[in-house]
């Protein structure tokens, strides 16, 4: 029987060529009186993407300040310093510009400035909050998802913990969404994003329990078009239309659409995910098709009819009475598609040489930070995540 669910996906997407420049109006309709721009390393000064922003912002009168410098897997510290700003020049909207890094970290400043404490303690889920600054988004990478989610996953460097936080209240306001702002994406990090839109529908996919009909006819479709656009992208990466399908479906995948009646979704990869990169500083999407393949072979039997159908409605693969052998096809298959847009399928693809004492310890602290178990397809302990992390070296 499907289960009850309450879906809440509040945010305004003003999608399309030249979109960027409705954000005066945008601010204006939201009566901000100071804005705080966010962005990343260098790609929205190059591309003159910020130079536009802060013209819109000038010719509709707002104020503003700016804080650069997000990295990927953004920094504590950034965010530390993004709240003193805030207060300091008494900000009351946050306009984050780039990928899903930068408006994590927004989140994570939203959140910050009316916390009485460290924000810290959201991440590590020793505190709740019900109350952010408002924020809305330019958004410039297909991947994460952040435009339309509650969540932000930020990294504290010191011993290298990466971890989320999710509340409804930072769902952004309005998500700009120009599909020509990503086509000055390096191949690397177009391939990386598409990983990651497609995880975040798998791991609502193969979970345990009922779902409906129409949620899974949803996610099959979103995830052929990521594998359709993606392989025109590898071809050519400057192809409007498909960077736009890949834009639309980052958001379908994480706007919480394709978990509508699930009763508890799975996210173990993204879990392990997360330690690889706490600990290595990978790409976010790379290092979950170097996990994904290992986690699949280790959990399919545990959820055998959801393995076939992604086998036969998604990646073609033909019928056959033993239907273990459906599902093992469907892995390779996807692991197939991963290497054709140049991913890793294991950590050593990504030049990586993990050491025993480090799979343990990636293993310790996902358990510790997970209060012990992980996943929905199947249940994972700390063991089990050392052994599916040791098969994905
Ligand atoms: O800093 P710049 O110079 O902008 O470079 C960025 C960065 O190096 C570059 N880039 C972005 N847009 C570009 C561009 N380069 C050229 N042209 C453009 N238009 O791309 C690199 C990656 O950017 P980043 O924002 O890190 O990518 P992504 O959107 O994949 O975000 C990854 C982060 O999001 C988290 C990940 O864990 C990771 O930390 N996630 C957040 C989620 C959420 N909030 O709901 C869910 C996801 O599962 C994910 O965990
Ligand atoms: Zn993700």
């Given at each position: 029987m499907m289960n009850s669910f309450n879906y809440y996906a509040p945010t305004q997407v003003v999608f399309g060529?030249?979109?960027?420049?409705q954000v005066g109006n945008l601010l204006i309709a939201q009566k901000v009186k100071k804005v705080l721009i966010h962005y990343g390393g260098s790609s929205a000064k190059k591309s003159g993407l910020l130079d536009r922003v802060e013209k819109c912002l000038d010719d509709a009168k707002i104020a503003y300040v700016s804080l650069g410098g997000v990295v990927?897997?953004?920094?504590l510290e950034l965010v530390y310093e993004g709240i003193e700003l805030c207060k300091k020049e008494e900000v009351d909207f946050i306009l984050a510009v780039g990928g899903g890094s930068v408006i994590d970290s927004a989140k994570g400043i939203a959140w910050g400035v009316?916390?009485?404490?460290?924000?810290w303690e959201l991440y590590e889920k020793k505190k709740e909050t019900d109350k952010a600054l408002p924020l809305a988004c330019i958004l410039t990478i297909a991947a994460a998802g952040s435009e339309m989610s509650c969540g932000s996953v930020v990294t504290k460097d010191e011993g290298g913990l990466k971890r989320d936080y999710g509340n409804?209240?930072?769902?952004?306001i309005f998500a700009i969404m120009n599909p020509?702002?990503?086509?000055?994406?390096?191949d690397y990090q177009t391939a990386s994003g598409c990983v990651d839109i497609l995880m975040h529908t798998l791991e609502r996919y193969f979970v345990s329990g009922d779902t409906m009909k129409i949620t899974q006819n949803i996610s099959e479709a979103l995830l052929r078009t990521v594998i359709e656009n993606a392989l025109i992208l590898h071809e050519d990466s400057q192809n409007y239309d498909a960077r736009a399908e890949i834009m639309w479906t980052s958001s379908l995948s994480h706007n919480d659409l394709t978990g509508c009646g699930n009763e508890r979704n799975d996210f173990a990869s993204h879990m392990l995910e997360h330690e690889i990169g706490g600990m290595f500083d990978v790409a976010h999407g790379s290092g979950l098709s170097a996990v994904w393949g290992s986690w699949a072979r280790y959990v399919y039997k545990d959820c055998l009819h959801k393995f076939v159908s992604f086998a036969l409605n998604v990646l073609n693969i033909e019928d056959e009475e033993d239907k273990e052998a459906v599902a093992l096809k469907g892995i390779v298959a996807l692991e197939g598609f991963f290497t054709s847009i140049d991913m890793p399928i294991c950590m050593s693809d990504m030049g990586l040489e993990v050491s025993e004492t480090q799979l343990r310890h990636m293993a310790k602290s996902c358990s510790d930070g997970a209060s012990g178990c992980i996943g929905s397809a199947k249940p994972l302990y700390e063991e089990d995540m050392y052994q599916i992390l040791k098969a994905a070296k």
């Open positions: 060529k030249d979109s960027e420049l990927a897997n953004p920094r009316p916390f009485k404490g460290d924000v409804d209240n930072a769902r952004p020509a702002l990503t086509l000055t994406l390096p």
